[in-house]
């Protein structure tokens, strides 16, 4: 099958960085504090810290008594110190987008994904074989266009309140990617179960 790319237009993600400090849109009430290591030592120990906050995006979808806003507060982005030096405060960037399935994915039903680095998606029914994909993506140190492949698989069988993306990948300009998982086993980006799955 010809692999054609969906090209999303992503916003510049270095307005990320310009916005201040009291610039709340999008969040959900979920503000959370992180840090990295900005000098790690000889041994591998840290000399210096970096604090950092992240807003989570508020997010309208929910399915099964879960919302992609819990899904945020419990797979929180995990940023490395590349390329954030001097940066505190961040914002999770919203991507969506219409995408081709090969069978109808029903009204209501939402299907969600996961990376370990931190970013959440799920593919939200309409009725048809042309759902929506929406992703809250974590900051990374990169701008430009993201590519998401097309080829999305969904599962049914779930441990969760809500049913898997069980794969779907977007590839950015710096030739990294967001692989997006199943919520169980793999748990979240913290390796710790989500409350609203069994495993």
Known sequence: MKLLSSTL????LLAL?????????????????????????PNGQCL?????????????????????NQVQQENPCILSGAGYYGQSVFNRQLVTTRVSMPYIVTRGEMYVGVTSFG?????????????TFVAYLCPRPVSGQGTLFPQILLGNATDCAVKYITAANMAFPDGT???FRALS???????????????
Do not use: H, M, T
């Not at 970013?119 to 759902?131: E, F, R």
């Open 185 to 199: 086993p793999g748990g979240s980006s913290l390796r710790q179960r989500f409350s609203f799955c069994q495993r």
């Open 17 to 41: 960085f310009g916005c201040g400090k009291n610039n709340e849109s999008g969040r959900a009430g979920g503000v959370y504090s992180s840090r990295y290591c900005v000098s790690p030592g």
């Open 48 to 68: 210096q810290y970096q604090n950092y906050s992240i807003n989570n995006f508020n997010s309208p979808y929910s399915f099964g008594g879960v919302s992609l």
């Open 9 to 12: 237009i992503l916003s510049s």
């Open 177 to 179: 990617q967001a692989n």
């Open 119 to 131: 970013d959440v998606a799920a593919v939200i029914g309409d009725g048809s074989n042309n759902p």
